[in-house]
């Protein structure tokens, strides 16, 4: 009974579309898909039970497995790889550089730029009989080898590469804006402490970004579960399976091979996962946060 | 005693100063690159193209790819290119982002000052919401739109937009709004404003910044969606990236890539632009309030 | 009356859209109204369309594939029967039998084809075969791996190759066929029959397509057929393996069939695959657009527009009872396979969905793998349509 | 148990929860009508909790609130006929001074020329009429102090609510806006609760002052009482800068307080037992016996002179006027008046 | 132009400029070792920046800086034998303590039992020994001045530059570390520089005070002398709590100061002309007539009392011992000693 009961009301009436919203889009939907797996639902959505046959399939599944292993592996380095060039854009950035607007433009543009076609111009840059690697070879570095997106082992990291050319530029911004906030007496106390730059960077400011950096692996991760586009614009999967991703697979299941049950199943344990995932780390931040409220 | 010195010291060129700027330019090369390639090669004639040298300058500046796309290109039976669905576009992405920026902002209101009940959990499902893929939602969805008959219609498009892009808007906002001091809230209580009053003539005029963060992050997202204009939209409606994915994505049909090209260009160009024009207001709404956790 | 028909379909780029003109005229003509709704790709196509159905709205008419891809549409009874257009239009007696096969579900004729494609196609630059000495486009797989050895050690790339599954799908099925025959290829697709799946022919096939790696450039993987084409076009590389909607590319560069390029069956070909569209008749509910879709099915299977039609897609005809005259010799040797009872419907007439992505997976990875030895690969293939 | 004489505001039985931390337990508390009463405390001990209880922030979980004999405990904020001032003044940034002023008067849908004549009478009083198209950030500290006080001036109402108005401003402006605040008071004459935890502030602005510890009122009196007859120990020791010298030691059945060497004899008969003996700076004069001890610290602060010394391993201090010959290591003698001596027993209660 | 005994810090004609701005322009100052000399002086003039010249974080555009008898004008700010200590501490803040102490004897890669040697004995000194593993967020305001002051301990050097090391916190924490803080010099005996702009640090902590306003010096003496002899109105206005009373009035050419009613005989002979009398409330007495007015606010300190009287138009202050019962509104008369009052001329300056 804090306020007032009818301004309670109105804080409810505004959250109202909100809770709506999560009841029945986002929770009418999970309940419906994780049904829906247990079916034997093909092209459309039917009530034939299938028990747990869809579930037992999708982990028979080589190429499903692959998938979890290539989200894992993806989300883990475009993750990590954005924030570590955004990090170093930003600090670059930061050491007061001419035309500094004009480098943070040109950092951010691939954000605003939908995957479709730029992973055509990836695929054109990193094939090896078109891109990088024969200019390269043209210009004398006969060695020199750039072929990622044809090698079943490496296609997966260019698929990383392009993510980090499209994201790094928004944890830029994120962590410049950061940088901007740290107290100048920082600076001024390391300089007398004789700490060089690249170690403030490292031991004093990049420690205290953590919020930001926070911020930007949250917006950076909600991306890396629903990858798809770019995959299919890139590899299309291949070389192989070798760059199947979960959304993928889902799509394909959905869409294009007629089996309903055995994508939401996909679905199901792909929520499953990301929930096990995401869950140790948000009660280890509730936990904190609890202490240091108690310790006050 | 060490030689007299006085006056400004010598400017020194660090090697930590040339390696900064061989640094920013490596990377200016590798950001740019795959823009560089595209402009070139939307400029090319259908024979440069053939000969697969996407380093290689166009002989001439050719701008009939950039025509063909944008009024040209056929997708089906009809020879439109990208135009019709640009104004589609700023249909849909006008008003799903106005409204979602406009829901979030309410939402980060309402969970950060009002703490009403509940509150705690609705925002954790919401974040939650986040992280699932979206064509889970498809089938679901489209009974629910068309049992209400919002389905294939620009309100349809608009408002699966909008529900996809509260968590994200509404976590923008919490975390600004819980940044600001409860103290101003208090304040605007004591002078009697109720809570739309506060919203609106303290707390969203206060948060200009985040709105502008919130409304470019959104208008990217929404502008270059695919999959929900595609299956939400209706054939009236269905956005710039449809028609773009029309263009140039072919089965059994031959491509141009010198009009794949323009046509994407044309369809990242309103975000671009977005982007170029007030990247500094992102810059400053980020540094306002968007970093803390 | 008003017959209005929407129609939806994947075909987008120019020379399909084309194709689609000359159905629409006549429809028009004949007092249809037309409307289009196309999305390009398949899997869009489909999401597109399924969600349509879902929704409770679909259009009037759907493109499909022939054969299993619409099964689950009709078995739900969702598509309208054309039997009566069927009986009326006497289909049985100008199309051949396997393509009436693909069209027919439990006996009742459900959908319009109207275009047929031909996968059996191996084009050859013939000014690369000239140069090097090969008179004659090789018709058995050791003379093609003599000509591709003649080519590689002329340095030029032997074989443009698509590094894409579903292009390696249909490559893989022509080996096949070269080495189980029409018959028995139909046992593996339309029954999975266990002798014919262990018998020593897939080893072989899975050998020879196996060998096609080592005559493929390093950039293949994940090149669009367009691309490869153009391999071929610019005389960078020696062939392609291919549907016939590559002519496109060639007719769009100036290329000349016969002439320019040459279009032979890929080697050792005991008949022709063939996969085909038709159109398929959602049940909309309304009176005017099921009148509107017998008309649809009337003008579409029309000997004058199917001619048309496959002009300006590089297809073939789906009756046998047209004039050839204006289509190329291409199109033309694939009319007489045809009517000579030669074509052999593809995977993806024969076996669901389901099952063509898996087939689709088990080749790409199966190329993509040199370390992937053909016994267990057979094996594994076999596995497949044991499920 | 409502009061007689109507309070200008009284607090009954109050109680705080802040989840299941009870903040408050059981507080009241009477200001008299035109009263300045000053919470003065620690930080964290309770006081904005108590105001904004009071202004109607805070949820009450048990008690009652009455302002100008009304029960408000349950009204709303804007209802109870109070105005008030925020630490970091809280001004709505987007808005003018003249907005800012106005904001709570538009709301509740005041007359326009009624508005404008509060507003004139505030901005005369504050100065502020050549600042009113100023947006907040275009103000210095002392100017946006004023808006924040001319906010709650234009609302008319009896009682201002102040929490640390003064905190965030240097000291030579917190030194001339306090006295500001003093003159506001004499000549508006408003009831005034005013939160700080600066005792100079409190000393010199308030008629009684609340001195608090962990959400307790450990005493309530007029400064001069508060200073010179200090409830407790904490009460003793949180007021006066240098804080007032302790003595442990003990009272004897004979009337004296004992520490050590030091004996003094009690005016009055008290009960034998442990006790402290607490001496401001000021009392302690340089020269005689009582007490000695080596200078460890001498401050000049111009007008008088702080010297430190080490008496017995404990630091005392002591206050002259002007300055001090005395130096860092020179042994003093000094004495006391104990008359101006306070007692507190083992309880540290006051005896 | 070297000073021939070796200063602990010598700034010889300094300029600074940020962009086109001068800040500082030829500024000189000599430093004696083991001297304590407080910068005083209103927000911007110039403080920090002098401050940051001699640590070295700002470009000088002319002259030199000397410590201990170095030119050190362009060396790198650890190589100059000096340690600071920030009005923010700027703590490294996701270090520990201990690690905030070492880390600057890490990174210059000293012996682990030099380090630790160190890091003993300022932790002992400052008694940081049981806070060694917390982060700054751990500490309180106090504490985390210490470490501040411990982070330039560890690098045992001659001189310490302090930058309002004390403006961030609160009344009774600042009177206490005040106190810490002077004892540390004693105990150290370093050259300490200490920016600040509360005058009851730099008049209890300084050996000498430097007044800046400007960038220029006013007056660079010691506390008594700048207390009581004010170079200059601006100084004299600066120093003190309540301000000096200020009456402008004429020097005649019998020797007497007059303003209006006012006058009073000069004890010297002065050139006849516009001046302006100073007098320190604690020399203004009531009682006797002198000065009369009325009693505008009344503010007892508890140690003291400050009266505010209208004279003639102007408020004047002046200070009792104890409390006062004078009340607002009362008219009372005032004396002064002339032997304590200034005398200013027409451009300011001292008589
Ligand atoms: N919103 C809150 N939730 C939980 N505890 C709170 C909250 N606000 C205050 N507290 C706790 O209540 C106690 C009293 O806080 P309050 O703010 O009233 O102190 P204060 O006396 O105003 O201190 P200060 O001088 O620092 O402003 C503190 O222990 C504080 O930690
Ligand atoms: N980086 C800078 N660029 C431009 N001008 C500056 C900069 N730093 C300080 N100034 C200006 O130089 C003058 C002196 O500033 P400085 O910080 O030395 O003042 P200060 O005496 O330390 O003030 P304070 O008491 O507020 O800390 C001021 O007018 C200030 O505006
Ligand atoms: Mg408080
Ligand atoms: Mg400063």
């Known amino acids: ?296 | 005693m060490s030689p007299i010195q006085s006056g400004p010291a010598p400017r020194k060129i660090t090697i930590g100063r040339i390696g900064l700027y061989l640094f920013l330019i490596s990377m200016v090369a590798f950001f740019a690159l795959p823009l560089f390639v595209m402009l070139i090669t939307s400029l090319k004639t259908d024979e440069e193209i053939r000969l697969a040298r996407i380093f290689a300058l166009p002989a001439s500046l050719n701008f009939s790819a950039w025509a063909t796309a944008w009024s040209g290109a056929c997708a089906g039976t009809i020879c439109n290119g990208v135009q019709a669905g640009f104004w589609n576009s700023i249909q849909i992405t006008v008003p799903a982002v106005a409204i979602s920026v406009m829901l979030g902002a309410l939402n980060g209101y309402a969970l950060s000052f009002w703490q009403p009940k509940g509150g705690k959990i609705l925002f954790a499902l919401l974040m939650a919401g986040a992280l699932v893929p979206y064509q889970i939602f498809l089938y679901p969805m489209v009974r629910a739109l068309a049992s209400v008959s919002l389905y294939n219609s620009l309100p349809g498009i608009v408002l699966v937009h909008v529900l996809f892009g509260l968590p994200l808007v509404t976590l923008l906002f919490r975390n600004y709004f819980i940044t600001l001091p409860v103290e101003l809230f208090k304040a605007a209580r004591i002078d009697g404003a109720g809570f739309w009053r506060i919203f609106f003539e303290i707390m969203l005029p206060m948060s200009v910044p985040m709105v502008v963060v919130a409304a470019m992050l959104q208008f990217t997202g929404i502008w270059n969606d695919f999959l929900l204009g595609l299956v939400f939209a209706g054939p009236d409606n269905l956005p710039m990236t449809v028609q773009l994915n029309n263009i140039v994505n072919t089965t059994t049909g031959s491509r141009a890539y010198n009009v794949d090209m323009a046509a994407t260009m044309l369809t990242a160009l309103v975000p671009l632009s977005i982007y170029f024009l007030s990247g500094r207001w992102f810059v400053r709404g980020i540094a306002a309030g968007a970093v803390k956790g | ?387 | ?351």
């Not at chain 3, 891809?69 to 051949?96: I, K």
């Not at chain 3, 050859?124 to 486009?137: D, K, L, Q, R």
């Not at chain 3, 084409?229 to 769009?252: L, P, R, S, Y």
């Not at chain 4, 808006?147 to 109402?157: D, F, K, Q, T």
């Open chain 3, 1 to 387: 009356q008003d017959l209005p028909a929407e129609v939806f379909t994947s075909w987008t780029s120019g020379g399909e859209a084309l194709a689609v003109e000359a159905i629409r005229t006549e429809f028009e003509a004949r007092g249809g109204t037309w409307e289009t709704a196309s999305i390009a790709g398949f899997e869009n196509a489909n999401a597109a369309f399924q969600n349509r159905v879902i929704a409770g709205d679909p259009p009037t008419v759907r493109q499909s594939v022939l054969g299993l891809d619409a099964a689950e549409l009709v078995e739900s009874g969702l598509a309208n029967s054309l039997q009566s257009v069927a009986d009326a239009q006497n289909w049985a007696g100008v199309m051949a039998p396997s393509v009436l096969d693909s069209i027919s579900y439990n006996g009742e004729i459900f959908l319009a084809p109207v275009g047929i494609h031909g996968e059996s196609w191996m084009f050859y630059s013939m000014p690369v075969f000239e140069a090097n000495g090969i008179t004659a486009a090789p018709t058995t797989w050791d003379e093609f791996f003599a000509a591709m050895d003649t080519l590689q050690a002329a340095g030029i790339t032997p074989i443009a190759w698509g590094g894409q599954a579903w292009q390696e799908a249909k490559v893989f099925n022509m080996v096949l066929l070269s080495q189980v025959g029409n018959e028995d290829f139909l046992k593996i697709f339309q029954e999975g029959d266990e002798a014919v799946l262990t018998s020593d022919a897939i080893v072989t096939a899975l050998e020879i397509f196996g060998r096609l790696r080592d005559y493929v450039d390093a950039g293949a993987a994940g090149r669009n057929w367009n691309d490869a084409t153009n391999m071929v076009i610019q005389g960078q590389a020696g062939v392609q393996f291919m549907g016939d909607w590559a002519k496109g590319e060639f007719a769009n560069a100036g290329l000349i069939a016969g002439q320019d390029y040459g279009c032979a069956l890929a080697p050792a070909s005991t008949g022709m695959l063939f996969v085909a569209d038709g159109f398929l008749m959602m049940k909309t509910g309304d009176a005017a657009q099921d009148a509107a879709q017998l008309l649809m099915a009337e003008v579409a299977t029309d000997p004058a527009v199917q001619v048309a039609f496959a002009q300006a897609k590089g297809s073939i005809p789906v009756r046998t009872d047209v004039d050839t005259s204006a289509l190329d010799v291409c199109a033309q040797q694939a009319m007489t396979m045809m009517n000579d009872g030669l074509f052999v419907p593809e995977h993806a007439i024969t076996v669901t969905p389901d099952m063509v992505g898996q087939f689709t997976d088990f080749v790409g990875e199966y190329f993509a793998d040199p370390s992937y030895d053909a016994a267990s690969a057979a094996e594994d293939l076999a596995d497949i349509f044991r499920r």
């Open chain 1, 1 to 296: 009974m804090r306020f007032g009961k009818w301004r309670l009301r109105a804080a409810q009436l505004a959250l109202s579309p909100t809770w709506l919203t999560v009841i029945v889009v986002y929770l009418g939907t999970m309940a419906w898909t994780v049904a829906l797996s247990f079916t034997n639902s093909r092209l459309l959505p039917s009530w034939d039970w299938a028990g747990f046959a869809q579930y037992q399939r999708l982990f028979d599944t080589s190429k499903w497995n692959l998938a979890l292993q290539n989200l894992v592996i993806f989300g883990v380095l475009y993750v990590f790889g954005c924030l570590v060039l955004g990090f170093l854009l930003a600090a670059a950035l930061d050491r007061r550089v001419r035309f500094e607007s004009a480098f943070r433009t040109l950092f951010l543009y691939p954000y605003a730029m939908s995957f479709v076609v730029t992973g055509l111009i990836w695929q054109w840059l990193m094939n090896p009989t078109l891109g990088i690697q024969p200019t390269f070879q043209g210009m004398g570095w006969e060695n020199f080898r750039f072929d990622w997106v044809t090698n079943r082992t490496m296609a997966i990291y260019a698929v990383v590469l392009a993510g980090i050319w499209q994201g790094s530029g928004l944890v830029m911004v994120l962590a410049l804006a950061g940088m901007r906030g740290i107290d100048a007496e920082q600076w001024r106390a390391a300089r007398i402490d004789g700490i060089p730059v690249w170690r403030v960077y490292l031991s004093i400011i990049l420690p205290q970004l953590g919020p930001a950096m926070a911020a930007a692996a949250t917006l950076l991760s909600m991306g890396v579960i629903k990858t798809y586009d770019l995959v299919i614009a890139l590899t299309k999967g291949g070389p192989g399976s070798s760059t199947e991703v979960p959304a993928k697979f889902i799509m394909d299941n959905m869409f294009q091979r007629q089996n309903l049950g055995l994508a939401t199943a996909a679905a199901v344990v792909l929520l499953l996962s990301v929930v096990l995932v995401v869950a140790p780390f948000r009660y280890a931040a509730y936990i904190t946060a609890k202490r240091r409220a108690g310790q006050l």
């Open chain 4, 1 to 351: 148990m409502t009061p007689i004489t109507p309070s200008a505001v009284s607090v009954q039985d109050l109680q705080i929860r802040y989840g299941n931390a009870t903040v408050i337990n059981g507080l009241n508390l009477e200001i008299a009508p035109r009263e300045f009463l000053v919470l003065l405390g620690p930080s964290g001990c309770g006081k904005s909790t108590l105001l904004n209880a009071i202004a109607g922030l805070n949820d009450v979980a048990g008690g009652q609130i009455h302002i100008s004999g009304k029960n408000v405990t349950w009204a709303e904020p804007k209802d109870r006929g109070i105005g008030m001032v925020f630490q970091s003044y809280a001004l709505y940034p987007r808005m003018s001074v003249e907005k800012n002023l106005t904001f709570g008067l538009r709301v509740a849908g005041m007359a326009k020329d009624e508005i404008a004549r509060r507003l004139e009478h505030a901005s005369k009083l504050l100065h502020l009429d050549q600042l009113l198209h100023r947006k907040p950030a275009e103000l210095s500290g002392g100017q946006r102090q004023r808006v924040a006080i001319g906010r709650a001036l234009v609302r008319e109402v009896d009682v201002f609510l102040f929490d640390e108005p003064l905190s965030n401003l240097d000291a030579k402006l917190r030194n001339e806006l306090r006295i500001e605040i003093k003159k506001l008071h004499q000549s508006l004459g408003n009831t005034m609760i005013y939160v700080t935890h600066d005792q100079t502030e409190a000393m010199t602005l308030a008629d009684r002052i609340a001195i608090m510890r962990d959400g307790v009122i450990q005493q309530l009196a007029t400064p001069a009482e508060v200073y010179h007859r200090p409830a407790n120990l904490f009460v003793a020791g949180f007021i006066g800068a240098p804080a007032m010298n302790f003595i442990s030691g003990q009272i004897t059945a004979d009337g004296q307080f004992t520490s050590g060497a030091l004996s003094v004899p009690l005016r009055r008969s008290l009960p034998a037992g442990p006790a402290t003996l607490g001496i401001r700076p000021e009392h302690i004069t340089p020269g005689g016996t009582t007490l000695s001890g080596t200078v460890t610290v001498v401050e000049p602060m111009g007008a008088d002179t702080v010297v430190w010394f080490d008496c017995a391993g404990q630091q005392m201090s002591l206050r002259v006027m002007g300055d001090s010959d005395l130096q860092p290591g020179q042994t003093i003698g000094a004495t006391f008046d104990t008359a101006h001596a306070s007692l507190f027993d083992a309880q540290g209660d006051r005896l």
